[in-house]
T-cell receptor, first 105, second 116 residues
């Protein structure tokens, strides 16, 4: 069955809008990581966040390991935020299926 | 630059051929990985090595053979290539082993393999 489920699968935003991406785990979370795969295919580390909240510029992430979910917040979205966002339970080497984000100018 | 690097970036070959993809990391990490990303963008672990020792070998055809000459390198050799092997292959590394708090992963740029 699905072990890492991401929602929504697709998201279209107008530039400047905010959004929240979610990652649910059916199993225990052993270290969690968020990635952005840009349109050129590069996988870029966003956050390594086993628990708690971290912020980096317009992006922030929160992981509640006891409730088996993590959230990625994108504020004031820009066209360069477009791409696919993945979460991964790195302790089990399992990726979610991704959220494809398109930010329109 | 400090990074995970892979060569080649693109690989186009005929069915039945044998090919290799090389990966090197200069981050001083102990653990390295190979992932396969299919056409639907799904990322799946193939292999993991810790200090040159194979620790994870997922259900992968034995035509795929990883080799780690030292802990900074993890190469992937594929025999008798098939159409279904077409995908993007990513190498990654992490400071520590699985099960530790130090397995933040860093990915290489990927190798796009096309089998004709």
């Amino acid at each position: 069955g699905i072990q890492v489920e991401q929602s929504p699968p697709d998201l279209i935003l107008q530039e400047g809008a905010n959004s929240t991406l979610r990652c649910n785990f059916s199993d225990s979370v052993n270290n969690l990581q968020w990635f952005h795969q840009n349109p050129w295919g590069q996988l870029i580390n966003l956050f390594y966040i086993p628990s708690g909240t971290k912020q980096n510029g317009r992006l922030s992430a929160t992981t509640v390991a006891t409730e088996r979910y993590s959230l990625l917040y994108i504020s004031s979205s820009q066209t360069t935020d477009s791409g696919v966002y993945f979460c991964s339970n790195t302790g089990k080497l399992i990726f979610g299926q991704g959220t494809t984000l398109q930010v329109k100018p | 630059d400090t990074a995970v690097s892979q060569t080649p970036k693109y690989l186009v070959t005929q069915m039945g051929n044998d090919k290799s993809i090389k990966c090197e990391q200069n981050l001083g990490h102990d653990t390295m990985y190979w992932y396969k990303q299919d056409s639907k963008k799904f990322l799946k672990i193939m292999f993991s090595y810790n200090n040159k020792e194979l620790i994870i070998n997922e259900t992968v055809p034995n035509r795929f053979s990883p080799k780690s000459p030292d802990k900074a390198h993890l190469n992937l050799h594929i025999n008798s290539l098939e159409l279904g092997d077409s995908a993007v292959y990513f190498c990654a590394s992490s400071p520590g082993a699985l099960g530790t708090a130090y397995n933040e992963q860093f990915f290489g740029p990927g190798t796009r393999l096309t089998v004709l």
